[in-house]
């Protein structure tokens, strides 16, 4: 778990301060996994995008 190691980052408490770097951390392997499905939720996730739906950072 991270809030040992970084109770606090830029000034946040976890997980607050460190939620972009986690986002951005998870998003690049599932966009990838998403183009190149290796299970059925990356399938599902492309199903959805290719149907119109929408994948995004928030």
């Known amino acids: 778990m991270l809030a040992p190691q970084f109770p606090e980052f830029s000034g946040k408490l976890y997980p607050l301060g460190p939620c972009r770097e986690i986002r951005d951390a ?21 199903k959805f995008i290719r149907a119109g739906g929408i994948g995004r950072k928030i």
């Open 26 to 46: 998870v998003y690049d392997p599932l966009v990838a996994d998403i183009h190149q499905p290796r299970c059925p939720t990356s399938l599902a996730l492309l």
